[in-house]
Nanobody, 117 residues
Framework: VQLQASGGGSVETGGSLKLSCKTSGMIWSTFRFSRLGWHRQAPGKERELVADITSDGTATYQDSVKGRFTVSRDYAKRMGYLQMNSLEPEDTGVYYC?????????WGEGTLVTVSS
């Protein structure tokens, strides 16, 4: 199983980006009943959970991104997304997607988001 995050880039404050998480080698039922999360790691800081979405579509967000970020998933494509609006310099970091299914945790390579003031 492989996960690959993409869609990062450099934007100015107030800009938007949409991240995608592509899964490879994961059977549909695993993805369907998994929990998908987006984490970020800012320079010099620990990785933190930004948003996640359960198998039934319930989304939760870190307080700092509520109202600005939207997490979603496409079961048919086995992909996850993170729409990020009104970006702030504090959102800068490497973003990773994560899949949790029962006792299994899958991580992929991240994508860098840089927000300039």
């Amino acid at each position: 199983v492989q996960l690959q995050a993409s869609g990062g880039g450099s934007v100015e404050t107030g800009g938007s980006l949409k991240l995608s998480c592509k899964t490879s080698g994961m059977i549909w039922s695993t993805f369907r009943f998994s929990r998908l999360g987006w984490h970020r790691q800012a320079p010099g800081k620990e990785r933190e959970l930004v948003a996640d979405i359960t198998s039934d579509g319930t989304a939760t967000y870190q307080d700092s991104v509520k109202g600005r970020f939207t997490v979603s998933r496409d079961y048919a494509k086995r992909m996850g997304y993170l729409q990020m609006n009104s970006l702030e310099p504090e959102d800068t970091g490497v973003y990773y997607c994560n899949i949790k299914y029962e006792s299994w945790h899958y991580w992929g390579e991240g994508t860098l988001v840089t927000v300039s003031s």
